[in-house]
């Protein structure tokens, strides 16, 4: 039989050069092939053995959280079922239950006080800036910022924007999100005012880079970068309050259900293959759910009567 090594290689390579699956699907297909194989190297244990798979997924549900544990039972699944499909082996997965139950997490979001306070503060920086390269800086955060928040993209889908994948006359930007699946967004007026402003600043690095939003050392801009300006600005204002890229996602999408946009629009804006992925959000909208009690309640429709 050929060796996990090898075929490990091989299914690597068609998800890169053939499935197209984007970098962090890969990155985390690396990662957990290679904890699996470290696995096999310390049991001397047969990979296709339902045994061996089976001891193994019992040493994940005590060293991780069920969310990783998931995500390693899938890249398991993806990897088996290819070496089926090409005949090298069969998919121990079919004789396995591998079901439990997963805790639901809500999605984190940033209060809209909060975001507004956030992008408040950019703009005041950027009128305070002293010298050109500083107000280019801030022009970029802004831009970014407005972007996420005003589209609900992944941070990796802009970090590797094309320049050629958004066009500020008609105001549209086509994304390229996991699995290679295209979508075409509308842009926000106020949203593509400081992308001009940033597009007009760095004309010559995105002519050069072929990304819409540059890293300051060249390139794309990075999800760390991103991650670090975030951080930066946040420790500026009055309050604590911790802000990752993911949740101006959530933010997003929590807004847009408190606004009565159907579900099923929210779905293809924000790429989810599958409606169940969108619908965590509807847990998060509390006060939506509180105002539609409190002045929409069937109650209210029925007579009042009174007790003597």
Do not use: W
């Amino acid at each position: 039989m050929t060796s996990f090594e090898s075929l490990q290689s091989e299914f690597l390579h068609t998800c890169e050069f053939t499935k197209r699956l984007d970098s962090k699907t890969l990155r985390a297909y690396r990662i957990d092939l290679k904890q699996f194989q470290a696995y096999l190297n310390r049991t001397n244990a047969c990979f296709t053995e339902k045994e061996t798979l089976s001891e193994y997924l019992e040493t994940l549900h005590t060293r991780y959280a069920p969310a990783t544990v998931k995500r390693k039972i899938a890249t398991l699944k993806a990897f088996f079922h290819y070496l089926e499909r090409k005949d090298y082996a069969d998919n121990p997965f079919r004789k396995i239950d591998v079901s439990f139950r997963e805790p639901q997490r809500l999605p984190r979001y940033v209060p809209l006080h909060c975001m507004q306070d956030l992008i408040a503060l950019l703009y005041k920086k950027y009128n305070q800036a002293d010298t050109t390269p500083k107000r280019k800086e801030i022009l970029r955060d802004i831009a970014v910022l407005e972007l996420l928040f005003s589209t609900g993209i992944r941070i990796s889908e802009l970090c590797l924007l094309p320049a050629s994948s958004i066009d500020l006359p008609s105001r549209e930007m086509k994304i390229f999100g996991k699995g290679a699946k295209e979508r075409l967004l509308q842009l926000d007026r106020r949203a593509v005012q400081s992308l001009t402003r940033y597009r007009n600043a760095y004309a010559k690095e995105i002519d050069r880079e072929g990304y819409f939003f540059i890293g300051s050392r060249g390139g794309h801009l990075s999800d760390q970068a991103v991650r670090y300006m975030i951080n930066k600005y946040t420790e500026q204002l009055p309050y604590k309050i911790h802000i990752t890229p993911h949740m101006f996602r959530h933010t997003f999408a929590k807004s847009l259900l408190e606004q009565d946009v159907d579900i099923r629009i929210i779905q293809p804006i924000l790429g989810h293959s599958s409606i169940k992925t969108t619908e965590r959000y509807t847990f998060v909208s509390s006060s939506k759910q509180k105002e539609v009690l409190q002045k929409k309640n069937p109650l209210s429709l029925l007579r009042a009567e009174k007790l003597p």
